[in-house]
């Protein structure tokens, strides 16, 4: 403060700062800061699993679910098969299904919709399959 009792020029502007590295902190926090968007749900409780309608999964294609980093394909009427959607090559998140291959596209990795094997690079490992389970109408992946 000065001697008239106003704030100093310099003591605003650390003030400013100050209250602007909270909000970059805060912005920045980890999966249980309540600023994070995410809640921690402990141990005693288990994430839901992703799911998807029967009839949003073409024959012979598939679709990705990018939040749950999941692709779920059909690659015969009735048979469901699900991978994990995250590209063995640089971890980037698969976009389509299409031509019964799911791709890639970060660097045109193209993987088979039937089992997750490389079918075109520079990818060098298979997707993770995950499983499945058919309940009526809906698909839970696990």
Not at 27 to 56: E, F, I, L, N, Y
Not at 69 to 85: D, I, R, S
Not at 96 to 110: E, F, L, R
């Amino acid at each position: 403060m000065t001697q008239t009792g106003h704030p100093s020029r310099r003591g605003v502007l650390l003030g400013a700062s100050a209250a602007g590295a909270g909000m970059v902190l805060a912005a920045c926090g980890g999966k249980d800061s309540p600023s994070s968007g995410v809640q921690s749900t402990g141990s005693d409780t288990k994430a839901a699993s992703p799911s998807v309608k029967t009839a949003d999964v073409p024959v012979g294609g598939g679709v990705v679910l990018p939040e749950a980093k999941v692709v779920v394909t059909q690659p015969k009427a009735g048979e469901f098969k699900a991978f994990t959607a995250v590209c063995t090559h640089r971890r980037c998140t698969v976009s389509k299904v299409a031509d019964g291959t799911i791709d890639c596209p970060c660097h045109g990795s193209k993987f088979s919709a039937v089992d997750g094997s490389v079918v075109t690079g520079p990818a060098d490992e298979p997707l993770a399959p995950k499983t499945v389970t058919v309940a009526g109408d809906t698909l839970t992946v696990a």
